[in-house]
T-cell receptor
Framework: DAGVIQSPRHEVTEMGQEVTLRCKPISGHDYLFWYRQTMMRGLELLIYFNNNVPIDDSGMPEDRFSAKMPNASFSTLKIQPSEPRDSAVYFC????????????FGSGTRLTVV | AQRVTQPEKLLSVFKGAPVELKCNYSYSGSPELFWYVQYSRQRLQLLLRHISRESIKGFTADLNKGETSFHLKKPFAQEEDSAMYYCARLNEKLTFGTGTRLTIIP
């Protein structure tokens, strides 16, 4: 298994542009999580899905952020419009059962909004 | 709210010296706790979990319910231990602390 796959690895965009981050979880994992990593706040959970259904999106900072999981093998995190303060590393993680086995993280997408 | 506190953002230790990375959690029942590690330019990965009571790469972590702590320890630091360490608690989802960047000084 190739693990959790995220794309792109790096994204540089101008303020106001739309940004879409992608994630392919491990096959068979029913849970998918989106985290944001910054120096000031560490790892923050943005949203998570169970069987493609969003369960908790209380960590989504603003309406500019949205996430979808149209099927078990794909999820997107979209920021529209992007702002410089959105610059961070965004991680996707998947888990077979919600945590008992621990999460498997992707390599992350480093987003820079200029 | 379930909280995980890592009081040290940065920690520098000489090679061969003991290491202790602190983690405290807010009390609530029987917590399930983890340590994750992120080496330079690598993905975040599970280091150890308290229910396994295992030692990974020489690291151990003991759950102290009285002090609500789950400190990560290693008796002799190695240069390859330099990394970002996150303590995490599971309660429907993993809640992470803010992390501690450990630097081992040669």
């Amino acid at each position: 298994d190739a693990g959790v796959i995220q794309s792109p690895r790096h994204e540089v965009t101008e303020m106001g542009q739309e940004v879409t981050l992608r994630c392919k979880p491990i096959s068979g994992h029913d849970y998918l999580f989106w985290y944001r990593q910054t120096m000031m706040r560490g790892l923050e959970l943005l949203i998570y899905f169970n069987n493609n259904v969003p369960i908790d999106d209380s960590g989504m900072p603003e309406d500019r952020f949205s996430a979808k999981m149209p099927n078990a093998s794909f999820s997107t995190l979209k920021i529209q419009p992007s702002e410089p303060r959105d610059s961070a590393v965004y991680f996707c993680a998947s888990s077979p059962d919600g945590g008992g086995e621990g999460y498997t993280f992707g390599s992350g997408t480093r987003l820079t909004v200029v | 709210a379930q909280r995980v506190t890592q009081p040290e953002k940065l920690l520098s230790v000489f090679k061969g010296a003991p290491v202790e990375l602190k983690c405290n959690y807010s009390y609530s029942g029987s917590p399930e706790l983890f340590w994750y590690v992120q080496y330079s330019r690598q993905r975040l990965q599970l280091l150890l979990r308290h229910i396994s009571r295992e030692s990974i790469k020489g690291f151990t972590a003991d759950l102290n319910k009285g002090e609500t702590s789950f400190h990560l320890k290693k008796p002799f630091a190695q240069e390859e231990d330099s990394a970002m360490y996150y303590c995490a608690r599971l309660n429907e989802k993993l809640t992470f602390g803010t992390g501690t960047r450990l630097t081992i000084i040669p």
